[in-house]
């Protein structure tokens, strides 16, 4: 290997040290231990999932039909059936941890409601 193709391989290295090294990071640490104990990168992907869904929730017109309570049904149940097939449709069998415990399904739904702007 010549000195071009060794460095380049540094370089990448480095790159996918730095990646790692990030998503290990967001995966294991708390938003707050006491007060908010969910990790950064489930809390990240409730945050977009929310605004995803307060968007379609607007733009379908949906302002004034929802209450507050099946509006958060709704968004629970889309969290749940994306989850299902992001598992089961890629064939990845993996067992579905949120199934078991309440606190994933906890995390989502906090977050939700800390980021919703009032429909009315």
């Not at 941890?97 to 399904?105: E, I, S, V």
């Amino acid at each position: 290997m010549d000195v071009a193709g060794a460095m380049s391989h540094l370089l990448f290295a480095k790159v996918l040290r730095t990646f790692s090294d990030s998503l290990t990071f967001i995966s294991k640490t708390k938003v707050h231990s006491r007060w908010f104990p969910y990790a950064l990168a489930p809390t990240l992907h409730a945050a977009r999932i929310s605004a995803v869904y307060q968007h379609n929730a607007r733009k379908a017109g949906y302002e004034k039909k929802l209450s507050w309570p099946t509006y958060l049904a709704g968004y629970l149940i889309m969290v749940s059936f994306c989850a299902l097939y992001s598992h089961y449709s890629e064939r990845l069998r993996l067992v579905l941890g949120w199934l078991r415990p309440f606190a994933p399904l906890s995390g989502f739904a906090t977050t939700h409601i800390l980021l919703h702007r009032p429909l009315h």
